[in-house]
């Protein structure tokens, strides 16, 4: 009975150890934002084996280039979004996860100057923006707690002066709390 015991410990071992569903998580990624480069934190409550929400913290900065003037840009968004695992194999040891959400932040042009130089000004200006994100997150189990994550996200601001569409795409790493 012993002999039992510990053979059915032994094999049932790997399957608690990774074991990642219903845990809530924590994520840092960078990537490129545009034409420059950005920066994610999120927090992500699981609802169910499959669904979960997340709540993001963006920045971003890039030069946006008009003839031959280069106008710095900076946003900070944050974003509330419900997400769907729609493909997963190996136990969950990677996941293919799509969501989409809103978002409001600021976006900060030309430092908040007009001007650029004394010949040339800016269209746009600084101000709160708003608007929509799609998302699909890929999650590789690392360790028990880390997971490498892959991710893209297509971001609407409604109302800004410098695109409506820009893309994030990046790579970082993911905490489950256990």
């Known amino acids: 009975m012993k002999h039992i015991t510990v053979l059915l410990l032994l ?16 994520s840092v990624s960078g990537g490129l934002f545009g034409d420059g480069y950005g920066g994610e934190i999120t927090y992500n409550t699981n609802l169910s084996e499959n669904t979960y929400t997340q709540i993001a913290l963006n920045g ?10 280069s106008i710095p840009y900076t946003s900070v968004t944050a ?23 809103a978002l409001a932040g600021y ?14 000004s800016v269209d746009g200006e600084s101000k709160f923006i708003f608007g929509a994100v799609v998302t699909a997150d890929l999650d590789i189990i690392l360790t028990e707690h880390l997971s490498l994550l ?23 790493i993911r905490y489950y709390f256990n």
Not at 107 to 120: A, M, R, T
Request: hydrophobic share 30%; net charge positive.
């Open 11 to 26: 094999l049932c071992f790997p399957i608690v150890v990774f074991s990642q569903t219903y845990s809530n998580t924590f």
């Open 60 to 69: 971003t900065s890039t030069n946006y280039k008009s003839g031959s003037a």
């Open 79 to 101: 974003s509330y979004s419900y997400f769907l695992t729609v493909w997963n194999r190996n136990r969950k040891m990677q996941s293919l996860s799509l969501g989409g959400g």
């Open 107 to 120: 976006e900060s042009v030309n430092n908040g100057n007009v001007e650029l130089n004394n010949i040339i």
């Open 150 to 172: 892959v991710k893209t996200s297509e971001f609407y601001h409604v109302n800004s002066d410098f695109g409506n569409l820009t893309n994030y795409s990046g790579l970082g």
